[in-house]
């Protein structure tokens, strides 16, 4: 289960995050990235977004416990301050753990990979 300190969980944080963050999609997913430097807490956040389009509740439930665990598992390697919103798309309905796994692990690194570019350019 993911901790409560680590979830972003309003709506102005979400549309913050997927206004002004980084994003690297895939076939199943879709995840935004950004660090919040005027965010109260220190800690990593994980968001998710399963549409309907998914599949019916029990699908789109399935779904977010696999995403819930990927965000559980990579949380504390995240840096400070850092949110990330990841946002199904209906073809992670049929996708098996691994697929999950492996795509999110790529997308995360591109985003972070994003971030740090970013960043360093804007201090040069």
């Known amino acids: 289960m993911l901790p409560i300190r680590h979830?972003?969980?309003h709506a102005a944080e979400f549309s913050s995050?997927?206004?002004?963050?980084?994003?690297v999609g895939g076939r199943n997913l879709v995840l935004y990235a950004n660090v919040?430097?005027?965010a109260e807490?220190?800690?990593a956040g994980y968001g998710f977004i399963v549409s309907k389009a998914v599949g019916k509740a029990v699908v789109r439930n399935r779904v977010k416990r696999r995403l819930r665990?990927?965000?559980?598992?990579?949380?504390l390697a995240l840096p400070e301050r850092t949110r990330v919103v990841?946002?199904?798309?209906?073809?992670a309905a049929d996708s098996d753990w691994q697929t999950l796994?492996?795509?999110?692990?790529?997308?995360?690194?591109?985003?972070?990979r994003k971030i740090r570019e970013q960043s360093r350019g804007q201090t040069e």
């Open 17 to 23: 995050i997927l206004r002004s963050g980084t994003r």
């Open 86 to 91: 990841v946002r199904a798309l209906p073809a």
């Open 41 to 43: 807490q220190s800690d």
């Open 69 to 75: 665990a990927l965000a559980t598992q990579s949380i």
């Open 101 to 112: 796994h492996a795509e999110h692990e790529k997308a995360l690194a591109a985003c972070l």
């Open 7 to 9: 979830r972003v969980r």
């Open 36 to 38: 919040d430097k005027t």
